[in-house]
């Protein structure tokens, strides 16, 4: 197939650029950078070999969307490309909403515009808000007492998608819900490069790990859960990129919705002993106060997508946590810093 990745320079679009090369996919990449930077596509061309086309657009503008899908003949697309900082959407709603919306607007003229037939739409968990059960599977409500303009936003594509499905018959819609993505190719090459301070646990650690932060925060330990601190089901970024691959290969006509997670929880302190274990750095850590809109425990139920996907994760935690440390110990810079060393 020939598949277009908006956001494929990200962190996860990168990962599953590869994935999808591998499997002998032609894949396009439409990505603005705004949150990612052209070396991550440079570096999937070097693992690969293959050659990707990367075409600079800001999709949240219909006519620089109609030019950067013109003449592609695509047959798929991934939508990864948004923005997807939690607490950035608390403080600027709008400006999520415009992004977010728009630009899923926009490539779903272009899908109906082109004939393209299938859509696979990087979704989150946090559609779930608090879960009424665990582990959670995808007969669970979307859209109820959601805490941030970032998770309601994915809601609300996820409605959008549903409604241009029903008007184009033809459309084969996948919705992936990812849980908790971590990890990195395990060349070290490519890998999650946050801007600022990273919003997430993982990145957090690893940056503790090499010495660019002093010490993580635990936000909390004191919710009911096997040890007080939060629990996630943390997902290999590669695990997940495997699923999208997985997707597309397996969409039905409809829309349909998937959980992509591991099954199993890990505590904040199991994911700090994890990375001290495979790194064999110490981790500071205070504990403060737990962070607003979180919640106790998110774990998914991922039979469906084993039954119906023929997929399921074979990574583990530590082996996340061994890839991340390579990434992050190869890159202390990230991208940015590479790109600085190397004239
Ligand atoms: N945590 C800390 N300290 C930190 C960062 C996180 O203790 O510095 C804790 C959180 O409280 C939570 C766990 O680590 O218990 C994981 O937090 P993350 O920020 O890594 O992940 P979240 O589960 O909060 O959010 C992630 C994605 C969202 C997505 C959500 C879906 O970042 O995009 O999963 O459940 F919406």
């Known amino acids: 197939m020939h598949v277009i990745l908006t956001g494929g320079a990200g962190y996860i679009g990168s990962h599953t650029a590869v994935v999808l090369a591998e ?5 396009t990449i439409i990505d603005d950078f705004s949150n990612s930077h052209p070396a991550a596509v440079e570096r999937v061309r070097a693992i690969t070999g293959a050659n990707i086309e990367l075409r600079e657009a800001d999709l949240t503008d219909s006519v620089a969307a109609a030019k950067a899908f013109a003449g592609l003949n695509a047959d798929a697309v991934i939508h990864f490309a948004g923005l997807k900082a939690v607490g950035e959407s608390v403080a600027e709603p709008i400006r999520y909403y415009r992004v977010n919306i728009n630009s899923a607007l ?8 082109r004939g393209i037939k299938t859509l696979v739409f990087s979704s989150s968990a946090t559609v779930y808000g608090d879960p009424q059960a665990l582990p ?3 007969t669970q409500p979307v859209g109820v007492g959601l805490t941030n303009p970032y998770g309601w936003s994915k809601a609300m594509i996820e409605q959008i998608i549903r409604d241009a499905a029903v008007a184009q018959g033809d459309l084969a819609a996948v919705l992936l819900r990812y849980f908790n993505p971590v990890g990195a190719h395990p060349s070290g090459q490519i890998g999650e490069d946050p801007s600022g301070i990273p919003n997430n646990l993982m990145p957090f650690v690893s940056q503790v790990a090499v010495g660019k932060r002093a010490k993580l925060s635990v936000f909390g330990d004191g919710y009911k859960t096997k040890d007080g601190t939060g629990v996630r089901d943390y997902i290999h970024v590669m695990d997940l990129a495997a699923g999208h691959a997985a997707a597309l290969e397996h969409a039905q006509a409809g829309v349909t919705a998937y959980n992509l997670g591991s099954g199993e929880g890990s505590s904040v302190f199991e994911v700090i002993a994890a990375f001290e274990q495979v790194s064999g750095r110490k981790i500071a850590y205070d504990v403060a106060p737990p962070r607003s809109g979180d919640v106790a425990e998110v774990v998914a139920n991922p039979a469906k997508a084993n039954r119906e996907l023929n997929w399921r994760t074979e990574l583990s935690l530590e082996q996340a946590c061994r890839d991340s440390w ?3 110990s190869q890159n202390p810079g990230g991208y940015l810093g590479s790109a600085q060393e190397t004239p």
């Open 326 to 328: 390579k990434w992050q």
């Open 136 to 138: 959670i599977d995808e």
């Open 23 to 27: 499997r002998g996919h032609t894949v």
């Open 106 to 113: 926009n490539v779903l003229d272009q899908i109906r515009e």
